[in-house]
């Protein structure tokens, strides 16, 4: 008689050798789901603030160990005499992430406080975080 192990083993084997003679994937993940605004807003808002942690870590870091002080490093960008779309082009990578951030940290409080969490003002808040960041972005850009 087997014991109860050999004959798991023996199920799980029958079962991946007919997924891979049927051709299916192994784990569907992500990639069987049609992507959302939430659902984009959501890796979104993870990847900004991984990518501004890791900026201000590396900020950090460069000031401990770069040999100037900030506004030499200023001073070097501005003798590049750089095209002035580059500029532009840099502070809105810089500052589109803070403030889309920023934006939906706003909403996910909101959602904290238990308000929001119908479908059309989950996609009315999205669309609303996304045009603030745009709007708030291209006004800061061209302040400074």
Not at 25 to 35: A, N, R
Not at 65 to 73: G, T
Request: no cysteine; glycine share 6%; proline share 5%.
């Amino acid at each position: 008689m087997a014991s109860t192990s050999e004959r798991s083993y023996e199920d799980m084997k029958y079962f991946w050798e007919k997924n891979k003679r049927l051709k299916r994937p192994m784990s569907p993940h992500l990639t069987i789901y049609k992507p959302q605004l939430t659902s984009i807003l959501s890796v979104a808002h993870r990847a900004t603030g991984i990518v501004l942690s890791a900026g201000m870590t590396g900020m950090a870091l460069g000031v401990l160990v770069l040999p100037h002080d900030f506004p030499h490093y200023v001073d070097m960008v501005k003798q590049m005499n750089l095209n002035p779309n580059i500029i532009i082009a840099a502070k809105y990578t810089v500052i589109f992430p803070m403030l889309y951030h920023l934006f939906n940290g706003l909403r996910h409080l909101a959602w904290d406080w238990a308000t929001g969490f119908k479908l059309n003002t989950l996609y009315m808040s999205g669309y609303l975080v996304v045009g603030l960041s745009f709007v708030f972005t291209a006004a800061i850009v061209h302040l400074l």
